[in-house]
């Protein structure tokens, strides 16, 4: 299927790996052209020379913090007028609210509330004038379903999801669309990590408890995140613009609810 995205612009943050980069390869292979940011720079080189080497879209790197106020400058200068927007950002540590004070909360609402909404923000004006815009947030499994170590993640990605809900039913009559794409266990960095804190917690190697989380899941396995990306490419896509305000679950059928 022809996506009907060839050509236009992309921002897609935090994208030197794991979901982000999914988006990434998936969006250029459809001809989009790509700015992808990071922190690392080394990492993110990497990242765009496997992107490039599909011979799709362009890619423009820019190495900076996308939580920062500078970082959103940077990337927002690199691509003023983006057609697509995929708001990514990794997640906070895992741990017990006890040991949580305000600047950790704070943080984690900058990271993974704020920075999204002022990018919206910076975004979806230029998307409504032009009449075609997409807007993916990267959120998790577990807005529906809180993970209870990730409780400055359900915090903030929840908060997030409430502030799309309205408005995404105010741009869609534009041709401009807000969704929530929702990632269970993918095999990611930040998955293994919260392995590891549950292998410390039950007393178990990180290989045991590696091997259970992926026999738990329905599936038999994480997600790859070339499959995220497919799915991120396709509610970018010309083809989907009655699909707004939505939050779409991809966790190999891990939720156990009928709705």
Same mark, same amino acid.
């Given at each position: 299927m022809d996506l009907g995205i060839k050509e236009k612009k992309a921002i897609v943050c935090a994208s030197s790996k794991g979901l982000g980069k999914g988006c990434a390869l998936s969006l250029a292979r459809e001809g989009v052209n790509v700015t992808i940011c990071a922190r690392t720079e080394e990492t993110l080189e990497e990242a765009a020379d496997e992107i490039r080497a599909l011979g799709g879209g362009a890619v423009t790197m820019v190495a900076c913090d996308i939580t920062t106020e500078d970082g959103q400058k940077a990337v927002l200068a690199a691509c003023p007028a983006p057609d697509i927007l995929i708001n990514n950002a990794g997640g906070p540590a895992p741990g017990d609210f006890r040991d949580w004070d305000r600047e950790t909360w704070i943080a984690a609402l900058d990271a993974n509330m704020l920075t999204a909404i002022f990018?919206?923000?910076?975004?979806?004006?230029?998307?409504?004038?032009?009449?075609?815009?997409?807007?993916?947030?990267? #959120?998790?499994?577990?807005?529906?379903?809180?993970?209870?170590?990730? +409780?400055?993640?359900?915090?903030?990605?929840?908060?997030?999801?409430?502030?799309?809900?309205?408005?995404?039913?105010? %741009?869609?009559?534009?041709?401009?669309?807000?969704?929530?794409?929702?990632?269970?266990?993918?095999?990611?960095?930040?998955?293994?990590?919260?392995?590891?804190?549950?292998?410390?917690?039950?007393?178990?190697?990180?290989?045991?408890?590696?091997?259970?989380?992926?026999?738990?899941?329905?599936?038999?396995?994480?997600?790859?995140?070339?499959? @995220?990306?497919?799915?991120?490419?396709?509610?970018?896509?010309? $083809?989907? +613009?009655?699909? #707004?305000? $939505?939050?779409?679950?991809?966790? +190999?059928? +891990? @939720?156990?609810? %009928?709705?």
């Open positions: 990018l919206i923000k910076a975004t979806v004006d230029g998307m409504i004038e032009r009449r075609f815009g997409r807007i993916v947030n990267i #959120t998790s499994s577990a807005v529906k379903a809180p993970i209870e170590i990730l +409780g400055l993640s359900n915090g903030a990605r929840s908060g997030l999801t409430g502030f799309v809900a309205g408005l995404a039913r105010k %741009t869609v009559a534009a041709n401009v669309t807000i969704n929530n794409i929702l990632p269970g266990p993918f095999d990611t960095e930040r998955m293994h990590a919260n392995i590891k804190v549950n292998a410390e917690k039950a007393g178990l190697s990180v290989e045991e408890m590696t091997k259970r989380k992926a026999a738990a899941n329905p599936a038999g396995r994480f997600g790859d995140p070339n499959e @995220f990306g497919e799915l991120c490419a396709f509610v970018c896509s010309a $083809q989907a +613009g009655y699909i #707004t305000g $939505q939050n779409l679950l991809i966790d +190999g059928g +891990g @939720f156990p609810g %009928t709705f």
